[in-house]
């Protein structure tokens, strides 16, 4: 990754208090010949995706044909959260996009917007939105709206 999504990424984790962390675990990618089978590929990836997932936490998709929320739906899914589960996990894909089986497994599937991101800002935007929405459960003044 380029040094700006480490940097972004590692800026908003530090700001979480202790109760709340924010870790990142990066999954590699499938190898790739020069005729690669695409559907092969994400369907490995995919259970790479799943299989890294920690047991009992809440699966989020991220997806451009999830649905959209608001900083505040953010904010009051997050605040659920928190209250109860032990724990969620976002899962975003590789450069082929997101495996249809991790789709199908999220209790959620969100879409950051219609765009199509590319993998570096999806993790720069969703370590910021994140702690935008967390922010909003403490009365934080750093969300103005």
Not at 38 to 55: M, T, W
Not at 82 to 106: K, N, Q, S
Not at 107 to 118: E, F, H, I, M, S
């Amino acid at each position: 990754m380029p040094a700006w999504v480490q940097s972004a990424w590692q800026e908003y984790a530090k700001r979480f208090p202790r109760s709340l962390s924010l870790e990142l675990e990066e999954i590699p990618l499938a190898r790739r010949s020069r005729n690669p089978d695409v559907d092969s590929l994400r369907k490995a990836e995919g259970a790479a995706l799943l299989d890294s997932a920690p047991r009992g936490h809440r699966l989020v998709a991220l997806d451009e044909r999830g649905k959209q929320w608001s900083t505040m739906e953010l904010a009051g899914r997050l605040e659920n959260w928190m209250r109860e589960e032990h724990g969620v996990c976002f899962l975003v894909g590789g450069p082929d996009g997101l495996p249809p089986i991790c789709r199908e497994t999220a209790q959620d599937v969100w879409a950051l917007g219609r765009l199509t991101l590319p993998h570096p800002l999806v993790r720069a935007i969703l370590a910021e939105q994140l702690y935008r929405a967390w922010t909003i459960t403490q009365n934080h003044p750093y969300h103005r709206s």
